[in-house]
T-cell receptor, first 113, second 112 residues
Framework: DAKTTQPTSMDCAEGRAANLPCNHS???????VYWYRQIHSQGPQYIIH???NNETNEMASLIITEDRKSSTLILPHATLRDTAVYYC??????????????FGKGTKLTVNP | SAVISQKPSRDICQRGTSLTIQCQVD?????MFWYRQQPGQSLTLIAT?????????ESGFVIDKFPISRPNLTFSTLTVSNMSPEDSSIYLC?????????FGEGSRLTVL
């Protein structure tokens, strides 16, 4: 079962920041937080991941609370092309069965003109 | 990141038949996985495709229904056997080496 809780849907205005929350209150010390998104009719796309420090890349920023029980994915300037389902996933580091990703229901983000 | 190609991209199949989906990665990957995404749903992991040995199936999925092959580090197949309308889904192949998990575009199966 997925170990994360996300809102079912969110809306955001084009050009504004989109802040997508994720609750992972049972996360273990060796588990990373991963974010993927799935644009309609495409395969999921990796966005970003982190352990306990905040992370930023060309796509987004990831803010993880100090207790690591929740995180927020930030798309700084949302565009219409960012409309997608966003999945927050926790995964343990290392080889073997922990390599697999278990997807929850995700958040359907709609960016409006 | 590496690119995954899946064939077929879509197909319409008759009840009781079987279909094999091919997954080709343009570079060697350590891990390969098969997922299913039923209409309007999230992704569900079917199995981990192990090179040179039997796949590792998740709860609710069995080898007789979803036989998987992985003859080398760049290729895998998933067969959906004895199909029923409930097998109508998108089937996605994914792979990972040292970087992040990446996905193919999926194979959309419709079973009549």
């Amino acid at each position: 079962d997925a170990k994360t809780t996300q809102p079912t849907s969110m809306d955001c205005a084009e050009g504004r920041a989109a802040n997508l929350p994720c609750n992972h209150s049972t996360i273990s010390g060796n588990e990373y937080v991963y974010w993927y998104r799935q644009i309609h009719s495409q395969g999921p796309q990796y966005i970003i991941h982190g352990l306990k420090n905040n992370e930023t890349n060309e796509m987004a920023s990831l803010i993880i609370t100090e207790d690591r029980k929740s995180s927020t994915l930030i798309l700084p300037h949302a565009t219409l092309r960012d409309t997608a389902v966003y999945y927050c996933i926790v995964r343990a580091a290392g080889m073997g069965g922990s390599e697999k990703l278990v997807f929850g229901k995700g958040t359907k983000l709609t960016v409006n003109p | 990141s590496a690119v995954i190609s899946q064939k077929p991209s879509r197909d319409i199949c008759q009840r009781g038949t079987s279909l094999t989906i091919q997954c080709q990665v343009d570079s060697q990957v350590t891990m390969m996985f098969w997922y299913r995404q039923q209409p309007g749903q999230s992704l569900t992991l079917i199995a981990t495709a192990n090179q040179g040995s039997e796949a590792t199936y998740e709860s609710g999925f069995v080898i007789d229904k979803f036989p998987i092959s992985r003859p080398n580090l760049t290729f895998s197949t998933l067969t959906v056997s004895n199909m029923s309308p409930e097998d109508s889904s998108i089937y996605l192949c994914s792979g990972r080496d040292t970087g992040e998990l990446f996905f193919g575009e999926g194979s959309r199966l419709t079973v009549l």
